[in-house]
Nanobody, 114 residues
Framework: QVHLVESGGGLVQAGGSLRLSCAASGSIFSTMGWYRQAPGKQRELVTSISGGGNTNYADSVKGRFTISRDNAKITVYLQMNSLKPEDTAVYYC??????????WGQGTQVTVSS
């Protein structure tokens, strides 16, 4: 059974940093990444990383967020620096299964105060 367990959300002041983690188990995964959903808005892709380490980022987070991956631990990390109030959202980890399909984490709240 596939499990994604997220950790690291919380409350931080604008300009601060947070690091999210997402530990996966139960399958072989290809691309992993993070979406976020702010109140009243659609879920949006924040960043992703392939099994080979290729990354992409939403324009709104480029230069501030960094995704990384530990394939031995099947864990993906999201380092978020220079946080802004508009980064406030529930962040969802996802992992694409090697043979198709996508699994989601439970979500972790990130709140950035001004």
């Amino acid at each position: 059974q596939v499990h994604l367990v997220e950790s690291g959300g919380g409350l931080v002041q604008a300009g601060g940093s947070l690091r999210l983690s997402c530990a996966a188990s139960g399958s072989i995964f290809s691309t992993m990444g993070w979406y976020r959903q702010a109140p009243g808005k659609q879920r949006e892709l924040v960043t992703s990383i392939s099994g080979g380490g290729n990354t992409n980022y939403a324009d709104s987070v480029k230069g501030r967020f960094t995704i990384s991956r530990d394939n031995a631990k099947i864990t993906v990390y999201l380092q978020m620096n220079s946080l802004k109030p508009e980064d406030t959202a529930v962040y969802y980890c996802y992992a694409d299964l090697q043979w198709g399909g996508r699994s989601w984490g439970q979500g972790t709240q990130v709140t950035v105060s001004s």
